[in-house]
């Protein structure tokens, strides 16, 4: 009986080990990777880049360098002590990577893929919102801030801890976790304002989309009626536009308001202001009106800047405008004050549901225009921040199936070139098929916030600070 159990014991030890390759059959085609990791550049402190096999097979093997993985079904997972070490080895080096499977008894290997390490870091963290794809619903709406070196995850606004209200736009200044702003809408509401750690409820009148200015006293920020409307054509879904829209300032020592009649021009439409780096302009987009929603399709945004003195608090008195080709939203300039980045789609303001909304990259010494077709897809890439060597850059793109937007990871080098981005690396392989929520307005940020969702709700409680 003792020898039975022996055997039994040894037979399911043999055929419960994972097969190794061989009579290996040559493929000259990449691997059917998810996410898309083939051939891309990434910087030394991410996380592992873990993926799945997009094939029905028994057993896969990769090879990466020093690491090996062996194991049964189609995903790929590394050993995060391993995968750091790898990467602290392969600094501005090239790493090969050998994928091959085991598909209906035949091992069969594919042509390798690189990945090439940069000893540029992208900032750590990373804070966005997950909402519901349509975005014409916002009942479950969570803000969380995730670590990029690993898989770490914490909430900084959650639905079940803020009386389900919408929740949108965590935004830092510099990349500074320790003064960052994001905004919870509803009776009560306003902008929480985080200084070290330190919550205080703001009463902003009407702001929508802001940006800090580089000492933090100012912001920068539109207001504007918002309305939304359906479209029959389903590859865009939901229509958003401006029935009004202005660009203010707002003093955050001294709790006022001010603008410019050039801000705030009732035959225009400004929107989605930002400070550059040195705090000498603000960057904006600017439309003339037309009659909404009929005329929709003729409402086009140009890229404009105008002067502002951060000493004595002071709005210049021209604008000047930068592009004017398509519709632009969401500028952004590089903290090293270099480029701009900035999403184009054919009309409107509201790209996420343009299939057409693409980056743009203009380098503001000689202005020239960089398309960015190795970053763009055929469905919507938008909401992008900047890392603050400005060598990285994240946006929500929609590239695999027009719905849920995804994270990805741009490198510029240090001669303006763009590489081809990458997806947010995930636990487990399958998170992004099983995932039921869009990843919305990514920021980048240098550390962890000093705060939680536990403070924000009770920073909601607090009277607000009022704005003049």
């Known amino acids: 009986m003792k020898k039975l159990l022996n055997l039994l014991t040894i037979l399911i030890v043999l055929t419960s080990c994972t097969p190794t390759p061989e009579n290996v059959q040559e493929s000259n085609t990449l691997p059917p990777i998810y996410p898309d990791y083939c051939d891309v550049t990434i910087p030394q402190n991410i996380a592992?880049?873990?993926f799945l096999l997009r094939a029905?097979?028994?057993a896969i093997?990769?090879?990466?360098?020093?690491?090996?993985?062996?194991t049964r079904g189609n995903e790929a997972v590394f050993d995060i002590d391993d995968w750091k070490a790898l990467l602290q080895q392969s600094a501005d080096k090239s790493i090969e990577v050998n994928v091959s499977a085991l598909i209906n008894g035949q091992w069969t290997a594919y042509r390798p893929f690189t990945w090439q390490v940069v000893s540029d870091k992208v900032d750590p963290y990373l804070t966005?919102?997950?909402?519901?794809?349509d975005y014409e619903i916002w009942n479950n709406v969570q803000i969380q801030q995730r670590c990029v070196e690993n898989f770490d995850v914490n909430a900084l606004g959650h639905y079940e801890k803020l009386e389900n209200r919408c929740m949108n736009c965590h935004t830092f200044a510099n990349q500074n976790p320790?003064?960052?702003?994001?905004?919870?809408?509803?009776?009560?509401?306003?902008a929480i304002l985080n200084e070290?750690?330190?919550?205080?409820?703001?009463?902003?009148?009407?702001?929508?989309?802001?940006?800090?200015?580089?000492?933090?006293?100012y912001i920068t920020y539109s207001t504007q009626k918002i309305i939304p409307a359906f479209h029959s054509d389903p590859s865009k879904r939901l229509e958003v536009y401006d029935s009004e829209s202005n660009v203010c300032v707002a003093d955050m020592q001294e709790h006022r308001i001010f603008t410019s009649p050039l801000l705030s021009d009732s035959l225009k439409f400004e929107t989605f202001p930002t400070f550059s780096p040195d705090g000498k302009y603000i960057y904006y987009c600017a439309a003339d009106s037309v009659s909404l929603p009929h005329d929709i399709k003729q409402l086009q945004y140009s890229l404009v800047r105008i002067a502002f003195d951060e000493?004595?608090?002071?709005?210049?008195?021209?604008?000047?405008?930068?592009?004017?080709?398509?519709?632009?939203?969401?500028?952004?300039?590089?903290?090293?004050g270099q480029y701009i980045l900035y999403t184009v789609a054919d009309y409107g303001t509201f790209p996420i549901w343009h299939p057409e909304a693409d980056l743009q990259m203009m380098n503001l010494q000689t202005g020239k225009i960089d398309t960015l077709s190795i970053v763009n897809s055929a469905k919507s890439d938008t909401y992008h921040s900047w890392s603050s060597n400005s060598r990285w850059f994240v946006f929500a793109s929609k590239r695999d199936d027009g719905l849920y937007g995804k994270p990805y990871f741009c490198y510029i080098d240090k001669h303006g070139k763009a590489h081809k981005p990458f997806c947010l690396p995930q636990a487990h392989p399958s998170?992004?098929?099983n995932n039921l929520k869009s990843f919305n307005a990514p920021e980048l940020g240098k550390g962890k916030v000093p705060f939680d969702v536990e403070d924000v709700a009770k920073a909601m409680k607090k009277e607000s600070v009022t704005f003049k």
């Open 311 to 336: 000493k004595t608090g002071t709005i210049g008195t021209q604008v000047d405008t930068l592009y004017h080709q398509r519709s632009v939203c969401h500028p952004r300039v590089s903290p090293d």
């Open 128 to 133: 966005y919102r997950l909402i519901e794809p």
């Open 56 to 58: 029905d097979c028994e």
């Open 61 to 70: 093997e990769v090879k990466a360098s020093d690491i090996t993985i062996n």
């Open 196 to 217: 070290n750690g330190i919550l205080s409820k703001l009463n902003i009148p009407g702001s929508v989309y802001f940006g800090f200015s580089p000492t933090g006293r």
């Open 178 to 190: 320790q003064l960052s702003m994001m905004y919870v809408r509803g009776p009560g509401g306003g």
């Open 48 to 50: 592992p880049l873990n």
């Open 431 to 433: 998170f992004y098929d």
